[in-house]
């Protein structure tokens, strides 16, 4: 699977202020899974510096993760993917 974060620059100093490694986060969190082999997990961050949310435009902050798979993955594998990401 590919764990592609994106986050907007504005959150940095956030995640640094609470010492949290979000590529960690992401990339344990597939682990903790026991779905896949730990070798073929690639978990990646993309900071944002361009970006508009609503009425805000950059004054918005978001975090955004994308976990692809291959196709055939039952329903409540992906599920349970998603599950443990959200908690």
Do not use: Y
Not at 6 to 27: G, K, P, Q, W, Y
């Amino acid at each position: 699977p590919h764990a592609i974060i994106e986050r907007t620059e504005n959150l940095i100093s956030d995640f640094i202020e609470h010492d949290i490694d979000l590529v960690a986060v992401v990339h344990d969190t597939l682990i903790e899974t026991g779905l896949f082999d730990v070798s073929a997990i690639k978990t990646r961050e993309i900071t944002l510096d361009n970006w508009m949310i609503g009425d805000k435009g950059q004054d918005g902050r978001f975090v955004h993760v994308a976990i692809a798979i291959k196709a055939g993955r039952p329903l409540d594998q992906r599920q349970a993917i998603t599950d443990k990401m959200i908690n």
